[in-house]
């Protein structure tokens, strides 16, 4: 982002108000703004820190092939990003697709790394041995299905009709939902 005239790297903030500039970036790249005394802005940190304004000023700001005049509060950090509030979001539209570019080496995905946990079918407990033990006179009681979201009903879907036709649910060791409830008895 250019801010008079001087090229400053930014932190995209959305639960900052107002683009702030902490008096380290200001000395280094924008010594040459004059501030004028602050408004009775007053700024707070996430954690609730309340900071100290040094100034505000109005600069020109060029990102891409938009221009604006758009106003800055400078104060007394010296360390920390440049960050760009929602204030200059309302004007300057961003290009997204460039700022979240991830580069680097690839990783190897969690089904790659454990491949025996994500292959087909039921998986067993091997090697291990399991006790349940029941409170004396415990009855099974029925839950009724929780509803599913929306977004993953086709996924569901398709899952438990893959499974009814491979008949999985009768071979499994452990009893199926239908024979934990009144209606399965």
């Known amino acids: 982002m250019n801010i008079a005239g001087s090229d400053v790297d930014m932190e995209v903030d959305m639960?900052?108000?107002?683009?702030?500039?902490?008096?380290?970036?200001?000395?280094?790249?924008?010594?040459?703004?004059?501030?004028?005394?602050?408004?009775?802005v007053r700024l707070q940190t996430y954690s609730g820190e309340s900071l100290e304004v040094r100034g505000e000023a109005d600069v020109p700001v060029r990102y891409g092939n938009q221009f604006a005049v758009l106003k800055i509060?400078?104060?007394?950090v010296n360390k920390g990003p440049a960050i760009l509030g929602r204030s200059w979001l309302q004007v300057i539209h961003m290009d997204w697709s460039s700022?979240?570019?991830?580069?680097?080496?690839?990783?190897?995905?969690l089904v790659e790394w454990f491949p025996a946990l994500f292959g087909p079918g039921v998986g067993t407990l091997a090697g291990s041995q399991v006790r349940i033990t029941l409170k004396e006179g415990a009855q099974p009681k029925f839950y009724r299905p929780r509803p599913i979201l929306y977004?993953?009903?086709?996924?569901?879907?398709?899952?438990?009709a893959k499974r009814r036709h491979t008949e999985t649910c009768g071979k499994q060791s452990v009893g199926c939902a239908h024979s934990s409830g009144p209606e399965g008895r």
Do not use: C, M, N, W
């Open 151 to 160: 977004a993953l009903q086709e996924k569901v879907d398709s899952e438990l």
């Open 73 to 76: 509060v400078v104060v007394d």
């Open 15 to 40: 639960g900052a108000a107002v683009t702030v500039i902490p008096t380290g970036v200001y000395q280094s790249a924008l010594s040459h703004v004059q501030l004028s005394p602050p408004s009775s």
């Open 99 to 109: 700022l979240f570019q991830v580069q680097g080496e690839k990783r190897p995905s």
